[in-house]
Nanobody
Framework: QVQLAESGGGVVQAGGSHGPSCAAS????????MAWFRQGVGKAREFVAA????????LYADSVKGRFTISRDNAKNTVYLRMNSLKSEDTAFYYC??????????????????WGQGTQVTVSS
């Protein structure tokens, strides 16, 4: 129902900022709760942030609160992740996901039916 594609991965210095995006090439993003997840080498998939249909509600993992900001522009069918004060431990494969509902399971991968292909973000020391 919705096809997602991340872009904007790359290498950034520790302490710097980066801003990957997730766009819907088909479907309408305004119909979905959107989220970012990440998975580092040898680690489990980890929730990063979620945003409600019109952006009125957001949810962040404790590890990124105060550093990362999720936002969306439904007119552009795009979701963004602004990452500030990056640390080496932020190095991971980042991907976005879409769900129909907003609730207590927002932080779990099983909540999301649609996923992008992901993009690699590497934070160098």
């Amino acid at each position: 129902q919705v096809q997602l594609a991340e872009s904007g991965g790359g290498v950034v210095q520790a302490g710097g900022s980066h801003g990957p995006s997730c766009a819907a090439s088909s479907g309408t993003l305004s119909s979905y709760v959107m989220a970012w997840f990440r998975q580092g080498v040898g680690k489990a998939r980890e929730f990063v942030a979620a945003i409600s249909w019109s952006g009125g509600d957001t949810l962040y993992a404790d590890s990124v609160k105060g550093r990362f900001t999720i936002s969306r522009d439904n007119a552009k069918n795009t979701v963004y992740l602004r990452m500030n004060s990056l640390k080496s431990e932020d190095t991971a494969f980042y991907y976005c996901a879409a769900a129909r509902a907003w609730g207590s399971s927002n932080y779990t991968p099983n909540h999301y039916a649609y996923w992008g292909q992901g993009t690699q973000v590497t934070v160098s020391s």
